[in-house]
């Protein structure tokens, strides 16, 4: 089945520091795939996403690359800030369920100023 | 801001209440879902409706209702909570049912909490 990999929280990060979150998948076909940010007290907000391989989707200073040969779509930002601070979901959709996202475990990410 | 808004934002009740959780979007969007989203967890699917229909219903314990009396508007009808029900709850909508290309759009939910 499908599934969402990614790496395991809390991240702590001073200011300006560089970012990466891991996030591997496994589909049986050719899913979509995203980031979602959930600030504190929040719901869920599209961060970026990508349909094929070797797309980026970027926003807000965040980039991700869509990996099919590592099944791969890391999150990176180059100058992180405080108000960065949030959880960070990676996930999934195919067309043969595309009502359902496949979520990731979550990362919460801490910027110290 | 976000364009689904659900009420109420918080929400305390005992077990033998009767309460409803409402949630609305005028994006045009045909699919709407029902998340429940425990702490430090993601999200997990209970309903989805498709053009104001039910089209799946993730085993979820009948004591949750929902309903969609319009394309603009969906509810969850809850009565005899148990304490394990507290939890955010959140609503999403999304273009079209079957486009995987298209992302949900989320409200910010409402905090339930069963006494």
């Known amino acids: 089945g499908n599934s969402v990999t990614q790496m395991e929280g809390p991240v702590t990060l001073s200011e300006e520091a560089f970012l990466t979150i891991n996030c591997t998948y496994t589909?049986?076909?050719?899913?979509?795939l995203f980031w979602y940010v959930q600030y504190p007290g929040e719901g869920l907000q599209l961060l970026l996403k990508a349909t094929k391989a070797d797309d980026k989707g970027s926003n807000k200073g965040f980039e991700a690359t869509y990996r099919k040969e590592t099944t791969s779509f890391h999150l990176e930002k180059g100058s992180v800030q405080v108000s960065d601070s949030a959880v960070y979901f990676c996930?999934?959709?195919?067309?043969?369920?595309?009502?359902?996202?496949?979520f990731g475990s979550g990362t919460r990410l801490s910027i110290r100023p | 801001d976000t364009e689904v808004t659900q009420t109420p934002k918080h929400l305390v009740m005992g077990m033998t209440n009767k309460k409803s959780l409402k949630c609305e979007q005028h994006?045009?969007?045909?699919?709407m879902y029902w998340y429940k989203q425990k702490a430090k967890k993601p999200p997990e699917l209970m309903f989805v409706y498709s053009y104001e229909k039910l089209s799946i219903n993730e085993s979820v314990p009948s004591r949750f209702s929902p309903e969609c009396p319009n394309s603009s508007l969906l509810n969850l009808h809850l009565h005899a909570l148990q304490p394990e029900d507290s939890a955010l709850y959140l609503c999403a909508s999304s273009q079209e049912p079957l486009n995987d290309n298209q992302p949900q759009h989320f409200g910010d939910g409402t905090r339930l909490s069963i006494l």
């Open positions: 994006m045009g969007h045909r699919a």
């Open positions: 589909a049986t076909g050719y899913p979509s």
């Open positions: 996930a999934l959709t195919e067309y043969s369920s595309a009502s359902k996202i496949i």
